[in-house]
């Protein structure tokens, strides 16, 4: 049974720093591009960072660049974004996905708040 296990949000006040984690299984996640994907309310999910399988590779989207940093540990099967300097238009439901050439899985998310 495939599974992508968020955890890691909470309320932080802006300026602040979380760490999210994705665990994943059921899969090898070895082979599989990961990303963190987020959606706020009234708004579009946008694609916030990813990584190809090796971590060789990363992308951001401009708006979390010099802030954010996505990792993954293959041998823990688990993907990490770092999130520092924290805004409150950051504030977001942030979902993990696991993207292969066939499949895609996705996590339920964690909700991160940015207020004061």
């Known amino acids: 049974q495939v599974q992508l296990v968020e955890s890691g949000g909470g309320l932080v006040q802006p300026g602040g720093s979380l760490r999210l984690s994705c665990a994943a299984s059921?899969?090898?996640?070895?082979?599989?591009?990961m990303n963190w994907y987020r959606q706020a309310p009234g708004k579009e999910r946008e694609l916030v960072a990813g990584?190809?399988?090796?971590?060789?590779?990363?992308i951001y989207v401009d708006s979390v660049k010099g802030r954010f940093a996505i990792s993954r540990d293959n041998a823990k099967d688990t993907v990490y974004l770092q999130m520092n300097n924290l805004k409150p238009e950051d504030t977001a439901v942030y979902s993990c996905?696991?993207?292969?050439?066939?499949?895609?899985?996705w996590g339920q998310g964690t909700q991160v708040t940015v207020s004061s």
């Open positions: 059921g899969f090898t996640f070895s082979r599989y591009t």
């Open positions: 990584i190809t399988n090796t971590g060789g590779s990363t």
């Open positions: 996905n696991a993207q292969s050439y066939f499949y895609t899985y």
